[in-house]
């Protein structure tokens, strides 16, 4: 037979588990959404043209 004490534990496991799986696709979401927003910053970014590089420097 069952006892409530043995259905709490399940139950506080399975909604621990659950939880833990929402906490990483969240946390997976924010990360993409920063990646995502962090693209266009490079655009922002200036490239130096024209640098003259040295070929022969022995």
Request: aromatic share 10%; glycine share 2%.
């Amino acid at each position: 037979m069952i006892t409530a004490s043995l259905l709490e534990l399940i139950d506080t496991t399975i909604v621990t588990k659950q939880t833990y799986l929402l906490t990483y696709t969240d946390a997976y979401w924010v990360a993409g959404l920063i990646m995502l927003c962090s693209v266009p910053l490079l655009y922002l970014l200036k490239f130096k043209k024209n640098t003259h590089v040295p070929t022969d420097v022995h």
